[in-house]
């Protein structure tokens, strides 16, 4: 299909007034080495020609869904072979098929609230993605993109969309007004935040001296805390993102190293006497909850790795983002960090919210428990794990 096109470069204000008009606008984000597009309009006001239009550059229409509407219509997923990358199946509206004018009568459905999971039909012609509730606010995607793209222009946030793949393309287009992902992340930083700053009490520890505690609570009503010690004001300071482990951090579980990880973390920051531990409440067992973590470790004892464990369960390997850790960092007027990780996503991620940032490596001498744990973590999940398997 066609592909690769320059774009005419607009303010995101702008491309909102454009997306009211009814306008395709285009989102780019840069992934690694790659830069990659989408063309979008809200789903709301989808029609038989804007269809046409969007599936003009690609066969594959996708529509973005916040959890709640994808648990309220009970739209199925299914994961890649390796496991890491969710895979949708299209969906259409009961007795709507793949023409752009029955297309466009399927978004508008899934737009309704009075639409139920009778109402919609698989396989169909609409490719659904999950986005963040928090939009680009909590991930820094381009699905997120033009989901808050739609949101901020007084759609729902649900958008049509299509992913333009550059090299395949001999065809210019130079009348797409165009934003980025990074530009709508400053925009919606300039007057919204979706985590608040509730307390700060002093918090002594047995092992590692004094911290303010700093309670935090999202929008979502979520709660983190932040353990703050010394002068944190300053370029390069040690930051641990530790996700809530009830397992390994309380019961100090073999099973992984998640407990060890959080000691050595409040550690460091003691011994250097500034620093950091961001202790995130409902990453537990990357997203899943402790009782989902829990039926993940009976499917473990019955041969499956911790990858396989989630997806039996119906969830992606990580359902972890770290957009809401940025904004308590920025919150804490933090901009450089050394960030204790091996995750390189992590990394990533906040790089994207405009903090910049240096691995400090957090390796744990495997044990026979957690030797495959950490096995599935580098060769699955990427991680920075110098240990030979």
Not at 61 to 74: H, Y
Not at 264 to 278: F, H, P, V
Request: one cysteine or more.
């Amino acid at each position: 299909m066609v592909g690769s096109f320059q774009t005419m470069l607009v303010s995101v204000d702008e491309a909102i007034k454009k997306v009211r008009k009814g306008e395709i606008v285009a989102i780019t984000e840069n992934e690694g080495d790659h830069s990659l597009t989408s063309l979008m309009i809200p789903a709301e006001i989808a029609d038989r020609r804007k269809i046409e239009s969007l599936l003009s550059w690609s066969d594959i229409l996708f529509v973005s869904l916040t959890p709640e509407i994808i648990g309220k219509l009970k739209i199925p997923f299914i994961y890649s072979h390796n496991g890491l990358r969710e895979m949708p199946i299209g969906i259409d509206a009961k007795g709507k098929k793949g023409a752009p004018g029955e297309i466009a009568e399927t978004l508008k459905i899934i737009c309704r609230e009075d639409t139920s999971p009778e109402d919609i039909v698989v396989p169909g012609h609409v490719v659904p993605v999950r986005v963040s509730p928090g939009g680009v606010l909590e991930k820094p995607g381009i699905a997120e993109g033009v989901s808050d793209l739609s949101y901020l222009a007084g759609f729902k946030p649900v958008s049509a969309f299509v992913r333009v793949e550059g090299e395949r393309s001999e065809d210019t287009v130079r009348n797409f007004p165009s934003v980025s992902v990074t530009s709508i992340i400053r925009y919606r930083f300039q007057s919204e935040r979706i985590v608040e700053r509730y307390v700060e009490a002093t918090l002594p520890t047995k092992f590692y001296g004094v911290f303010k505690a700093i309670g935090y609570r999202s929008k979502y009503g979520k709660e983190y805390v932040a353990l703050v010690k010394g002068d944190v004001r300053a370029e390069d300071v040690l930051v641990r993102i530790h996700s809530e482990c009830l397992t390994g951090d309380v019961f100090h579980s073999l099973r992984c190293d998640c407990g060890d990880q959080l000691e050595r973390a409040l550690k460091l920051i003691d011994e250097e006497g500034r620093g950091i531990l961001l202790y995130m409440l409902g990453h537990e067992g990357r997203g899943i909850g402790i009782i989902n973590k829990l039926k993940a470790y009976k499917l473990q004892e019955e041969g499956k790795d911790t990858v396989d464990a989630n997806i039996e369960l119906g969830f992606p390997p990580d359902l972890r983002s770290y957009g809401i850790s940025a904004q308590i960092l920025f919150d804490l007027g933090v901009r450089s960090i050394r960030l204790m990780t091996n995750n390189p996503w992590k990394i990533e991620e906040l790089k994207r919210y405009g903090l910049k940032v240096r691995r400090f490596p957090l390796e744990v001498e495997p044990s026979e428990e957690n030797r495959e744990y950490l096995r599935v973590k580098k060769e699955k999940l990427g991680h920075f794990i110098s240990c030979r398997f």
